[in-house]
Every structure is written in structure tokens, then in C-alpha cells.
């Protein structure tokens, strides 16, 4: 039934639009009979008592029963974390690049760099708003949210948000108030001049230093120091909301952990925003605080954070799901300039540029990251209770 379900010839998928055209249901298992087949070199024919015939690519076929499929796509899905020292050679492509004969190398480039990193910086960019917004539609729809869609703002206080000001504000990420965060996020600082009148004193700075945390690796690190914290933090569900503007009052119907992880243990998404946190479960709430405050101190540590200055010109685009950001306080006026994509649109994006006909063919667990060099304590299954699945391996950078 199974072969016969998923046969890939043209009467039964549609080669434009590479949905199913056969009616599974009208399909009697228990009259289905294989009455011959033949291997070619890079398909398999199967003959049906039913009298079609059903062709089905090799490498389809891998993917399903091999493995094969798994273990070449996922050299462009090995996922490296990270820590400050990324900083002496940051993964960047030119924003020329990205107008070269439709630009689908540099997205190419761009989206898996994010892939693996959770980063990637543009540079050399046109200092307009409108250069920035063109670049970031080559990866998909802007996502309109309460803040609008593209946004291009100084720190006025707009909108009830301490991004809108010029306060220092930790490692975090965006959104953690919606039933599914933004996926990737961009920011370009258009300028940072002194306020009329405002004089810096000698050898002082304007500041506004903008910070990055690999959230994966903090996760990794907090697992293998603390494996009671990272199940803390993995399964006590907390509610996210944002209610500090007029007529806006946002919250999941859903509560959801720090950690997010899928089926085998392996990870999916941080949500970490402690100013836009709701109240921990009270019976609850001992075994979380001491698990934040393992967290926040791994998040905190010198060596994971990289630290580097937005510059006119230099946009960085982010995972929300994997990368933390944050910055240092600022004075003067700073006009920065991004947006939000959504997650499956980037993921949409990358596989177009990355893998010859977007690879739908093959299993979609497939495609999930795999992690270099996550090394688990070897009680990790009895203390989180994760499933008999050994999770990717992850690389430490």
C-alpha cells in the first residue's frame, strides 16, 4: 500500500504543482498485489493488479529505507554553534551579490549560512530603508505584526517597548508572545549621530553595541552542566504576553517552555524574553527560578557573547528561534531600519537555493538540523525522559 500510495509517475503526482492527483482512499488494500517490477538505473517500476504501473526515483526510495538521502542532504544541515570568538571571521556575503543574475547564489549563501550559524551579516548595503526592505522580501513575505510590517524607527517610545529607547537591554528574543515567534529578523542602523546639542567627552562613545548569543549552544552547554535545569526549563510552560500599548493585548492561547524541543530530544526553538514573561506556576516556581538563573548565567558568560557595532551599511539578519541579541545602552539618535520573516518562508527559501528541486521528495525530519557535536550526559535519557532516538550531533565551533 505504501509504495503503491506514494508512486511519484505523473498520474499520480502532479509534476507542476507536486501534489497528489490519486485518491488514496479509493485505493483497496487488500486487492493490491505486486505483479512484477524491475530495477533501472535510477528508478524502480513497480506493475500493480490493478494495472498501473508505479515509478519511484532510487533516491526516494534511500531516503525512506537507507538512509542515504539523510546522510548527504545533511552535510548543508550540520548546525555549528558558536561563541564570541565567531567574531574574528563572521559569516557575511555583499549586498551587490544579491542583484547578480537574480541573486540566487548570494540568497543561496545567505540562508544557509543562517542555517548553520543562526547568522549572517550583509554588507556594503545602500544606507536607505528601501534598500534594506527590497533585500529582505528576496527571502519572503514581511511579516505584518502590532509594530507594523517594515520598521524604521529612532528611540521615541512610539510603541510601549523598551527596544523604542535607548536602555541597555539584555540577550533575548523577539516575539516570544506569539503562538509561533518570528522566524528571522534584520536590523540595519541608518545612522547614530549626538542629539542637537549633546557633546561627547574625550575618547567617550555613543555606545550601542549590539550583542548575539548562540541560544542552541547556551542549551547544549546548560544539558550537559545541569541536565535537571535544561529539563526544568524543557517542560514548565509559562505564559508570554504584550500589553503595553493601547488596545493591544497579546497572548498565546497556548503556554510554552523556554526550551522547545521536537521528537528525540532535539531542539527546535528558545523563547526567552524575561521582560515580557508572564508568572511561573506558583507550585512551579522554585525548581524555574533555579533553572533561570542557571540560564541566564550561561547566557551571560563572556565567552558566549559576541559583541560587535551596527554600522550604516552592515545589516545583520538572525534565527529568532536559535540567536539571542541584545545591546548596550545608547545615547544620541539612532535610526535603525528591519523586519520579521516568517519561519517556514526562510526554511522555503533556503531549500530552493540549497537543494536541487527544493528536495519535497524526502522525508521532512529529514531536513531538521543536524547538531554537531552534542554530546549528552549518559543519563540524559533517564533525566529528561526523551525517547530511544539518539539526537543529531552537534559541532562546536
Known sequence: MWLR???????????????????????????????????TEDKLHV????????????????????????????????????????GTHPPSVPYNQFFVDHGWEAIGELTKNIRIHGFCFVTDAPVYPESTEDLLKRLGPIRNTHYGGFYDFTPDLAMADTAYTNLALPAHTDTTYFTEP????????????????EALEEGESLGGESLLVDGFKAAVTLRKENPW??????????????????GISISPDKVYPVIEQEQGG???????????????????AKNWYAAARAWNEILRR???EYWFKLEPGKIVIFNNWRVLHGRSAFKGIRRICGAYIPYDDFVSCYRVTNTPGGRVDGRS???????IGDTRSKNYKDVTKAPEQEAPAIQES
Open 266 to 284: 532535539h531542539l527546535k526553538r528558545i523563547r526567552w524574553n524575561n521582560d515580557d514573561r508572564g508568572a511561573v506556576n506558583p507550585y512551579e
Open 302 to 304: 563572556k565567552e558566549n
Open 365 to 371: 525530519y529529514n531536513n531538521r538540523p543536524r547538531v
Open 229 to 246: 535545569a535544561f529539563k526544568t526549563l524543557a517542560q514548565v510552560e509559562l505564559p508570554w504576553h504584550a500589553s503595553g500599548n493601547v
Open 47 to 86: 506493475n500493480w493488479s490493478d494495472g498501473h504501473e508505479s515509478q519511484h526515483p532510487l533516491s526516494y526510495l534511500y531516503c525512506w529505507f537507507k538512509g542515504a538521502y539523510a546522510k548527504e542532504f545533511g552535510k548543508d544541515h550540520v548546525i555549528r554553534l558558536w561563541d564570541s570568538s565567531i
Open 5 to 39: 500510495d506514494n508512486c511519484q509517475c505523473s498520474q499520480c503526482v502532479n509534476q507542476d504543482t507536486k501534489q497528489r492527483n490519486v485518491d488514496t482512499f479509493q485505493l483497496k488494500e487488500e486487492d493490491l498485489k505486486v505483479v512484477d517490477f524491475k530495477e
Open 182 to 197: 518570528a522566524g528571522l529578523q534584520a536590523f540595519h542602523c541608518l545612522s547614530h549621530e549626538p542629539a542637537p546639542g
